[in-house]
């Protein structure tokens, strides 16, 4: 599912991290005992010299270090919320190392800077990073997880000269004139055919008996100049549907919290920031709750679910 590459070495971790992303999901221990997954979010990797807080060339031992402490744990799947790199197309090649060494699936997310590449290379970035869709969804346990493509309508994500890109640029200068926060170059928008998508999905779980988890790159609440451009038309699709118990993201490495309705909004710390400390967790869903174990920046949470 990546791109070919001339070196065999290249080869194997290509082939090694997307038979990871591929392989059969399987489920770990009874479902009433309930079951961990692992998070990261942002690493954001690159070879290059750190700019204020970020310390790229960090993000490699970073990971590395959170990968063996998840394959400590049994842990049902892992997944990095988007930012894999932060520039350069080679990037992939070695912060995709550490994955490799992982015993656990990751699903990766598409985040705004993993599309930072030249723009012959745009369309390939969810296959590099060996994903079966740019959007989807899967069952575990009782729980349906959304998987979001947060960078649907952006500036970034899409080759200069394509419709997509210049449909985005129209509705950027859209909500610059409504003089919204988040009206900016590095946040994107849900498209109405995935948001449709999106409502169709949370009412199929409910109907099956599902609660459901959301993962996304970019937050919609609380309000924050990293939310989604059309953060309120998520929400108000969020509103219809009651079994909808969180949203987890990265994007903004200062981390966040909020609850809105009921629902948990939970903003990962950036990986890629300070030179000497780290962030990622575990959660544990166990009965009415989720039970997040922060390490380094990230804080720990206790999360009840509304009935």
């Not at 928008?189 to 109907?207: H, N, S, V, Y």
């Not at 909004?265 to 920031?273: A, I, L, N, P």
Request: aromatic residues 10%; charged residues 25%; contains cysteine.
């Amino acid at each position: 599912m990546m791109l070919a590459r001339t070196s065999s070495r290249r080869a194997f971790l290509k082939t090694a991290i997307t038979a990871a992303a591929t392989a059969p999901f399987i489920s770990r221990g009874a479902e009433s005992d309930g079951f961990e997954i692992g998070l990261v979010a942002d690493a954001q990797y690159a070879d290059v010299e750190a700019k204020g807080t970020r310390f790229y060339r960090q993000s490699i031992g970073k990971l590395g270090a959170a990968v063996d402490h998840f394959n400590g744990r049994d842990l049902a799947f892992c997944v990095h919320l988007g930012d894999l790199i932060d520039r350069e197309w080679k990037s992939f090649d070695e912060i995709t190392q550490p994955l490799v060494r992982s015993r656990h699936r990751w699903h990766q997310l598409l985040g705004n800077h993993d599309f930072d590449v030249i723009d012959e290379l745009k369309s390939g970035v969810p296959k590099r990073l060996g994903m079966p869709w740019r959007y989807g969804s899967f069952v575990h346990g009782q729980f349906r997880f959304v998987v979001l493509d947060t960078n649907d309508v952006s500036t970034y994500a899409h080759a200069a000269g394509t419709a997509e890109r210049s449909a985005a640029e129209r509705e950027l200068a859209s909500v610059k004139e409504c003089k919204l926060r988040q009206a900016q170059p590095w946040n994107g928008a849900i498209g109405t055919t995935q948001l449709a998508w999106l409502d169709r999905t949370c009412a199929e779980a409910r109907a099956a008996g599902q609660k459901v988890i959301i993962f996304a790159h970019h937050p919609v609440f609380p309000d924050n100049e990293h939310n989604l451009w059309n953060a309120a038309d998520v929400l108000t699709t969020l509103d219809r549907h009651p079994h909808v118990v969180a949203w987890l993201n990265g994007h903004n490495h200062a981390g966040n919290y909020g609850e809105r309705n009921g629902v948990h909004f939970v903003t990962m710390h950036g990986m890629v920031e300070t030179a000497d400390t780290t962030a990622f967790a575990t959660a544990s869903f166990i009965g009415d709750r989720m039970s997040i174990t922060g390490h380094g920046r990230e804080p720990s949470r206790e999360l009840k679910f509304r009935a």
